[in-house]
C-alpha cells in the first residue's frame, strides 16, 4: 500500500475514510515553497459527528475494559507504521520541513515506537489495587481502588514534532481505555491523516475508537474544548491557546492537560568546560531551527567568561548554516511557514530595537531563494529582562546572558514566566545539584543529559503547562480512580 494520497488525504470518523466536508487546503513544503498535496478539510459538522463516534465508542463498546485488545490494536499500530517508515520520513520532511536525521528519533521512528511502551502499560498496569480493610465509623469494610478509562479525548497538536506529539497522546489515551479525537495543526495534516489510513487499513481498531480530523479552521478544533460529551481536552501548542483551551474547558469542567510554550535557560558553570558548553548550546538552539518548545534558548555565562563564549557559541553556529532538511548532515532546516518566519525576523529586529547586538546570523541565508529559512543567530548585550529574553521565539535565535556566580544564575533561569526545560554544565557536582534543585523547570540536562523517553514524564511548570506527557505518570493523566467498599 502507498500512502501518499492520490488526491486528498481523508479524516478518519467512525472507522471510515471520508472526505472533509469544507473541501481540501493545501499543504505547503516549507523547503521548497511548493504545493505538495492538499488535506482533508473539516468543518464544525466532521468534527460534530467524530466527537459522536468517540462517544458512542466509549459508552457503548468494552474497549475501555478489554486491555489485551488495546494492547494488541496499538502494538499492530507500531508495526503497520514502521513497515511504511521510509514513506513516512520522505513526507515527513517534506510536510515538517525538520532534517531527515531527526526522523530517526523524535520526529518519527522514536514515538512510533514507544507505541509499545504504551501498549505494555495497558497491560502491566495494577487496573485494581486491594486496600484490605479499615473501621471507618466503627464498621468494617474491604476497600479497593479501580483505575477507569476518564473517556473521551480531545486531542489537540501543534506542527513543529507532530508525530512525537499525536502519538504520545493517542498512545497513552487508547491503552488507557480512553477514545480518541485528534485534531493536528493546520501546517502538518499528513502526517496525521497518513496515520489515519494505517489505522483504517491495516489495524482492528474498533471503528469511533480514535478519529483523526484535519482542518485549515483553528474553531474546529476549540470545539473540542468546549463539548460537553468530550471529559478531557489534552492540548499541546502555545501558551497563549492554551490559555483559551482551558477558559472554554471551564464551562463543562473538563479535565485539561497543557503542555505550553517555554524559554529555557543553558546554565554554563565557571568550572564548566566553555568550549564544550557551548557547541552544545548552539547545536540545541539550531536543531530544527529551533523549534522546538523544550529547546534550551537563553545561554546563561559567567560574566567575566562572555567574550569567549560568545565567540565560541558564535563559531559553533557558523558551521551549523541553515540547510535542505533532506540532506542527512543538515541540523537547522526552514521554519514551518512564511508567517513563522516573519514573527522570528521581527523579534530579530527587537532585538536590535532594545539594544542588542546581532554577533551571528540574523538574516535569511544567502544561498538560498526559496524556503523558509532564517540563519542561526546569536544576540548578546541584552539582560534577562529583555523581551527576547522572556518571549518565546520558536526559531534558531539564541540570547547570551551574563551571571555573577551560581545563585544569580539561577535567578536569571527562573526569572521567566516559562519553566519547562533546562542545561547545567559544570564540574562540582555538589554546584551542579544546587541548580538542578533551584530551577523550577520540568526536565534538566547535566553536562549533555538527554531526558527524552517514553518513560520519563515530560512537562511544565508556571505557564509551560499542567501535567505530564508520557512515562507513567502520562499514562495516569488518562485514568480516573474509583474507591470501592463493602462491609465484611
Ligand atoms: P498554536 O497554539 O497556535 O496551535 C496549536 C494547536 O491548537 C493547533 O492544532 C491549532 O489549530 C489549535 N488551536 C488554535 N486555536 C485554538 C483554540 N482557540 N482552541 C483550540 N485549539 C486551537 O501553536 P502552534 O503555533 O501550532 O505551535 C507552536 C507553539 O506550541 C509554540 O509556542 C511552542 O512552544 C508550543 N509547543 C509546546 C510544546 C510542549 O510540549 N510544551 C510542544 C510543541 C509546541
Known amino acids: 500500500m502507498t500512502l501518499r494520497p492520490a488526491v486528498a488525504s481523508d479524516l478518519l470518523i467512525d472507522g471510515k475514510l471520508v472526505p472533509g466536508s469544507g473541501g481540501t487546503f493545501d499543504i505547503v513544503n516549507p523547503a521548497s515553497e511548493e504545493v505538495i498535496g492538499k488535506a482533508a478539510d473539516a468543518t464544525a459538522a466532521d468534527m460534530d459527528s467524530a466527537i459522536a463516534a468517540a462517544r458512542n465508542a466509549f459508552d457503548t463498546t468494552d474497549w475501555s475494559r478489554d486491555h489485551a485488545l488495546r494492547a494488541r490494536c496499538l502494538r499492530q499500530l507500531r508495526d503497520a507504521l514502521l513497515a511504511h517508515a521510509d514513506e513516512l520520513r520522505e513526507l515527513t520532511v517534506a510536510e515538517v520541513g525538520c532534517p531527515v536525521f531527526l526522523t530517526h528519533g523524535p520526529q518519527l521512528e522514536g514515538p512510533i515506537t ?17 486496600l484490605g480493610e479499615a473501621t471507618p465509623m466503627g464498621i468494617k469494610n474491604h476497600r479497593e481502588l479501580r483505575s477507569e478509562a476518564v473517556g ?26 480512553c477514545t480518541v479525537v ?3 495543526a493546520p501546517d502538518t495534516p499528513w502526517c496525521a491523516a497518513l496515520v489515519g489510513k494505517v489505522i483504517a487499513e491495516e489495524t482492528d481498531f474498533p471503528p469511533g475508537v480514535i478519529n483523526i480530523v484535519t482542518s485549515s479552521d483553528h474553531a474546529v478544533g476549540a470545539q ?3 463539548d460537553p460529551r468530550v471529559d478531557i481536552v489534552s492540548f499541546t501548542g502555545s501558551t497563549a491557546t492554551g490559555r483559551k483551551v ?3 474547558a471551564a464551562e463543562s469542567l473538563k479535565k485539561v492537560f497543557l503542555e505550553l510554550g517555554g524559554k529555557s535557560a543553558f546554565i554554563v558553570l565557571d568550572d564548566a568546560d566553555l568550549g564544550s558548553a557551548c557547541a552544545m548550546a548552539a547545536f540545541a538552539v539550531v536543531t530544527h531551527a529551533g523549534q522546538g518548545c523544550a529547546i534550551t534558548t537563553r545561554l546563561v555565562v559567567p560574566r567575566a567568561k562572555l567574550a569567549d563564549a560568545i565567540k565560541a557559541t558564535g563559531d559553533a553556529m557558523a558551521g551549523l548554516a541553515a540547510n535542505d532538511p533532506t540532506n542527512p548532515g543538515t541540523i537547522c532546516g526552514p521554519l514551518i511557514s512564511a508567517t513563522q518566519r516573519e514573527r522570528v525576523e521581527s523579534y530579530i529586529r527587537l532585538a536590535v530595537e532594545e539594544g542588542g547586538t546581532i554577533e551571528v546570523g540574523g538574516g535569511r541565508p544567502a544561498d538560498k531563494d526559496k524556503g523558509f529559512y532564517v540563519e542561526p543567530t546569536l544576540i548578546s548585550g541584552l539582560d534577562n529582562s529583555a523581551r527576547v529574553a522572556q518571549e518565546e521565539i520558536f526559531g534558531p535565535v539564541l540570547v547570551v546572558i551574563a551571571h555573577d556566580g551560581d545563585d544569580d544564575a539561577i535567578r536569571i533561569a527562573n526569572d521567566s514566566p516559562y519553566g519547562l526545560s533546562g542545561m547545567v554544565y559544570g564540574t562540582d557536582e555538589t554546584r551542579i545539584n544546587k541548580v538542578v534543585d533551584g530551577v523550577r523547570t520540568g526536565t534538566m540536562g547535566i553536562n549533555g543529559g538527554i531526558w527524552y523517553a ?19 505518570r502520562g499514562f495516569e493523566e488518562y485514568l480516573e480512580i474509583k474507591a470501592v467498599a463493602r462491609p465484611v
Open 114 to 130: 514507544d507505541l509499545g511502551y504504551f501498549a505494555d502499560l495497558a497491560e502491566s498496569h495494577a487496573w485494581t489495587q486491594d
Open 182 to 184: 485528534l485534531k493536528p
Open 224 to 226: 473540542l474544548s468546549s
Open 152 to 177: 473521551v479525548v480531545g486531542a489537540i497538536t501543534p506542527w513543529n514534532f507532530p508525530h512525537q506529539i499525536n502519538f504520545a497522546k493517542i498512545g497513552p489515551a487508547l491503552a488507557a481505555g
Open 454 to 472: 517514553a518513560d520519563v514524564p515530560f512537562g511544565g511548570y508556571k505557564a509551560s503547562g499542567i501535567g505530564r506527557e508520557m512515562g507513567v
Open 246 to 248: 482551558m477558559a472554554a
